[in-house]
């Protein structure tokens, strides 16, 4: 069994969480790294604990990921695997707070947004929201299949990303519509493979709404 663990923020106004977000960092990173989001909008969640995991997998001295890039053909099958990695980690934090599924959103960047698009939708017990910067889906043919909840997601992609085009998260959005989970697909022109200030703000905007 992979024990996930890395940094976290506790709540600011209370001991005992009223939510929580769980982060996860692209390929290379680690959770420092995403942690960082939390400390920008901490603010407008105060009653609400952060999370931010390392990937399970070593990259060089500090990075991780959540599966090997190569060779692809073993790309889909390495998802679900890791899936159930982050999955436990969720149910794990979760039962530390008492929190239910309905209290508990993702934020996921690359092939961290990997992630959140292929586990939440398949999860026994619907999240209350994931947002998803600069992601892709890549196991969408097992969707309508495996679909076992309608988790509602918010896709967030720079129009000059290079690193995964933002037809990737169009594409992403489009496969949600088919088995009619909701969705909101937001391009930002003039943003690369990164996350800017209306990034977050759609982020903010949208965590607000689905852990009220």
């Keep these: 069994m992979v024990v996930l663990s890395g940094p976290k923020r506790a709540p600011r106004s209370t001991e005992s969480p009223k939510s929580l977000v769980v ?20 603010e407008e969640f105060p ?32 998802i679900y695997q890791a899936a159930q990695a982050v999955n436990d980690f969720i149910d794990e934090v979760a039962a530390t707070y008492g929190l239910p599924p309905a209290k508990i959103a993702l934020v996921g960047f690359s092939q961290g947004s990997i992630m959140s698009i292929h586990l939440a939708p398949r999860r ?51 496969r949600f519509d088919e088995v009619g989970v909701p969705v909101e697909i937001h391009v930002l022109p003039g943003l690369a493979h990164s996350i800017d200030r209306r990034g977050l703000d759609i982020a903010t905007e949208f965590l607000r709404r689905v852990l009220a």
Excluded: K
């Design 23 to 42: 982060l996860l960092h692209g390929l290379g990173s680690n959770g420092d790294d995403l942690i960082g989001l939390a400390d920008q909008i901490t």
């Design 47 to 78: 009653e609400t604990a952060f999370h931010s995991p390392n990937a399970p997998i070593e990259v060089g001295d500090f990075g991780f990921m959540w599966y090997p890039v190569d060779p692809v053909e073993r790309r889909e099958d390495c």
């Design 124 to 174: 026994s017990e619907q999240l209350a929201g994931v947002v998803a910067f600069s992601g892709a889906m890549f196991t969408g043919e097992s969707l309508a299949g495996d679909l076992a909840c309608r988790t509602p997601f918010v896709l967030i992609h720079g129009a000059d990303d290079m690193v995964l085009d933002a037809q990737e998260s169009m594409s992403a959005g489009a």
